[in-house]
């Protein structure tokens, strides 16, 4: 009933800067724990951030030590939307960033099965 649709991706060069943008449909997502993915070529999707309601009223963040410093999540609940700024761009940052949502948070939130929903991705690539 969920649908996601990515936004933001494209082309940037080292040490630049880039805000992906998730728009949720279908259903409101206030509290879903929401998360990026992102998947290089020839190599597994792998868990970059997430964020997640902690039922009384502040929202909680974890990162990927690989991104961690350089890419902030946020979320929007009035627009349902989720966001990833990423600052600081990497080339081995080149990948299709997927957004997902689950309807519970779970403490093996950077597991893949974990999420019920996911959007179709968009693309970043880092220059040298």
């Known amino acids: 009933q969920v649908q996601l649709v990515e936004s933001g991706g494209g082309l940037v060069q080292a040490g630049g800067s880039l805000r992906l943008s998730c728009a949720a449909s279908g259903r409101t997502f206030n509290n879903y724990t929401m998360g990026w993915f992102r998947q290089a070529p020839g190599k597994e999707r792998e868990f970059v951030a997430t964020?997640?309601?902690?039922?009384?009223?502040?929202?909680?963040?974890d990162y990927a030590d690989s991104v961690k410093g350089r890419f902030t999540i946020s979320r929007d609940n009035a627009k349902n939307t989720v966001y990833l700024r990423m600052n600081s761009l990497k080339p081995e940052d080149t990948a299709v960033y997927y957004c997902?949502?689950?309807?519970?948070?779970?403490?093996?939130?950077?597991?893949?099965?974990?999420?019920?929903?996911w959007g179709p991705g968009t693309q970043v690539t880092v220059s040298s």
């Open positions: 997902a949502a689950a309807r519970r948070y779970m403490p093996t939130y950077f597991r893949l099965d974990e999420y019920d929903y």
């Open positions: 964020t997640r309601w902690s039922g009384g009223h502040t929202y909680y963040a």
